[in-house]
């Protein structure tokens, strides 16, 4: 689809550096608090927080026919719940009003509607109905099963022909720049029989994309994978932060539990799919061929850099991963079908994320869980320490962005520091 | 805890059989829609549904010092959050109107509060946040152990050291009554490395009592067993519907998901855990000990008899399964402790299901993978057909109560009927 909003020749009356993840061609969705101001819907520009319930009071948003309440909201979904038409009419005038040319004389304004985004504390998003945890990495899922079955059957037989999920806890779904404590749990001690109790020892991050339903479906209804892209608003990155230790003891036979809903982290900013629509690209071969509800045709994959840092306490900063949405086996629209398949119903709201995104080579791949080699591996930090996973004190810092010519799409931070566990109470 | 409301001598003006679930000590609360009127917040005396909107608005409220939001509304989530003390004022006022004493002069104006059950059509009680699923009858572990694993080791290794649970989908949980369409998904034919797509041929229910949490925690909070009784305001029956052959191809190596995911069925009345109290009873030994943060006292038990029928098309009926859910070795303080040790929160209107509640005896075996043990046992049905699973057309219900001298609190009946896959669209 041709958007003109993503016209790259377009600019903007606001400053924007070359590297900045928020063009005018961006244009995302989140909730900001601006100083003295209540939660609203905001979208972000270059370095400005665009406050777009001030805009609507200014009447930059008259002739769009849209309610002040669904820019005075805590959440995104009700912009979402007004569907793709409206949506986009939403996002080509704000890209009107942000464009040197500026028909509508925003810039006048710019002092009410436009607040460093410093100076703003940014919240959750979308309020989650239901989250799902796919595992659509062929790298990942091969790393894993490599380590803790067998190199020879690293896949299992399910693998190729379905997109492998679980569901997971949506309420400790949190924005960027909330601390987490490390996880308490259970254990089990190395030829032991008796489990142990205390902080995980093993805590890891996991680099995932999610994506962000915008349209509900009834119970019983199917999604195709021709339709699937209708019911996706937008993606952010999403840390599924795992323990290890824990999930080890405790995921047999009925899947990962305590061990990831400690928390997890997502972007601030949702950037609609119309916006990634520059970096659409084809997907792996997959091989063998999957049932008919899975084929799907055309470009459904992603190019979207994405890149996991670790800072420790002093600030030092190292990437340890450079990975690529594109890498994934299995897409949104074909995870989208298959969740769909037996008739489960989605909500506006509900999340997808990908599972861990693992690319070939070590460089690429997408937890500590493979960086380390299950802590065969250390990796050297700058302030001279190691890390086999992550310490108490360590942020994690989830960066992703799509680059055609000079056009460059980014989902800014999805970032997390780690503090030591909660005593009891 | 003594409840006045509980007193088995209180009488109401309202007419109640002595085999009704609901008497004038139970005072459940669900969300009905009266004829003509909105949905809304009701309790159930008898075989009549008690308007409190209506209530409400006649001032039969006045000095409890609630809004009138809280009943005109289209779930209970806004009740259970102004917390027990004040929800426990509620009942009492409720019990109050209904006596025979009746000193608010309720009965004046029972044609406007009463309304035939059969002209109600009942809603979702909760807006579900998340939902867990335990697996914490011993029983059923120990039968799916042996009948898929060795039943030698039918347990495994985690299985008497914490309650095994995992996340599973809330949009699709619905209440009483509504019709299910038989699943469609892949399976593995026998023998074959090739899936096959198409409706599910092991259809199952699950025998499960859920409760739902009433009062918030933060990230990072735990919950002891000692407070976690605090933490849930009543209980539902909920069947877990399970696709037996879905689930066996798809569930390694992350859990159930569209085998489950399809839809779970729930009664529409949420009974509180304080009508409960007279049931309260203790849980078998739990040998190994387990950890400290699950050790537990007093009785967290209940004495609750639960029974599954099959009506087939013609309308006979068919017990297939007696159960209780004092089976249940984890009981509901150590499930919720569980839960949150790792720090992850919880929501008013999540809810967390007990597993699968089966006796020791195939007539309490609390699914047809059980009781017709994997097909090899078909049962008879009144109608001289013959069931290993559940056909199309069949209609599933779970009924459950207590029973202590002449009191009885019961919770009604989660019922659903299995309807033909949908074709496509």
């Not at 995932?208 to 349209?215: L, P, R, S, Y």
């Not at 916006?275 to 690209?281: G, H, M, V, Y």
């Given at each position: 689809m041709q958007i003109e909003a993503n016209n790259p020749d377009l600019k903007s009356w606001v400053h924007v550096s070359p590297d900045s993840d928020f063009p005018i061609q961006n244009i995302?969705?989140?909730?900001?608090i601006p100083p003295g101001r209540t939660p609203r819907v905001c979208t972000i520009i270059g370095d400005k927080v665009v406050d777009l319930l001030e805009a609507y009071d200014l009447g930059l948003f008259d002739g769009v026919g849209v309610q002040r309440s669904v820019f005075k909201n805590r959440y995104i979904n009700e912009l979402m719940a007004l569907g793709k038409e409206k949506t986009r009419e939403i996002r080509q005038r704000i890209s009107e009003l942000l464009r040197v040319e500026d028909p509508h004389h925003a810039e006048l304004h710019s002092g009410r509607i436009l607040v460093s985004v410093s100076q703003c504390k940014m919240m959750m998003p979308v309020k989650v109905g239901d989250y799902t945890d796919f595992y659509s990495?062929?790298?990942?899922?091969?790393?894993?099963?490599?380590?803790?079955?067998?190199?020879?059957?690293?896949?299992?037989?399910?693998?190729?022909h379905l997109p492998v999920?679980?569901?997971?806890?949506?309420?400790?779904?949190?924005?960027?720049?909330?601390?987490?404590?490390?996880?308490?749990?259970?254990?089990?001690?190395?030829?032991s029989q008796q489990p142990v109790f205390g902080p995980s020892k093993l805590l890891d991050f996991?680099?995932?994309?999610?994506?962000?339903?915008?349209?509900?479906?009834?119970?019983?209804q199917r999604i195709s994978t021709e339709e699937a892209e209708d019911y996706i608003f937008g993606l952010v990155l999403f840390n599924d932060w795992s323990a290890r230790d824990i999930q080890k003891w405790e995921y047999v036979p009925l899947g990962p539990f305590l061990a990831k809903s400690f928390a997890s982290t997502v972007s601030p900013w949702v950037v609609t799919l119309d916006?990634?629509?520059?970096?659409?690209?084809v997907g792996p071969d997959q091989d063998p061929k999957v049932l008919p509800y899975l084929q799907y045709s055309g470009k459904k994959n992603y190019d979207l850099n994405l890149e996991v840092a670790i800072q420790t306490e002093n600030g030092d900063e190292k990437v340890v991963c450079n990975s690529n949405s594109k890498y994934l086996y299995w897409n949104m629209a074909q995870?989208?079908?298959?969740?769909?398949?037996n008739g489960?119903?989605?909500?506006?709201?509900?999340?997808?994320?990908?599972?861990?995104?693992?690319?070939?080579?070590?460089?690429?791949?997408?937890?500590m869980l493979e960086i380390s080699w299950k802590g065969t591996k250390p990796i050297q930090m700058p302030d001279g320490t190691s890390r086999k996973f992550i310490n108490d004190g360590d942020k994690v810092v989830l960066r992703g962005h799509g680059r055609k010519g000079k056009l460059r799409i980014g989902f800014g931070e999805a970032a997390g520091k780690i503090l030591p566990s909660n005593p009891f109470k």
């Open positions: 995302p969705f989140g909730i900001a990495s062929e790298e990942h899922a091969t790393n894993v099963g490599t380590m803790f079955r067998d190199p020879e059957n690293a896949l299992l037989p399910n693998w190729k999920g679980y569901h997971g806890r949506a309420s400790s779904i949190v924005v960027s720049g909330t601390p987490i404590h490390r996880p308490m749990g259970q254990t089990i001690p190395p030829d996991e680099l995932e994309m999610a994506f962000v339903v915008g349209k509900e479906t009834r119970l019983g916006a990634l629509e520059p970096f659409r690209t995870q989208l079908a298959h969740h769909t398949v489960c119903n989605f909500k506006i709201g509900d999340m997808c994320a990908s599972g861990t995104i693992s690319g070939k080579t070590p460089e690429s791949f997408g937890s």
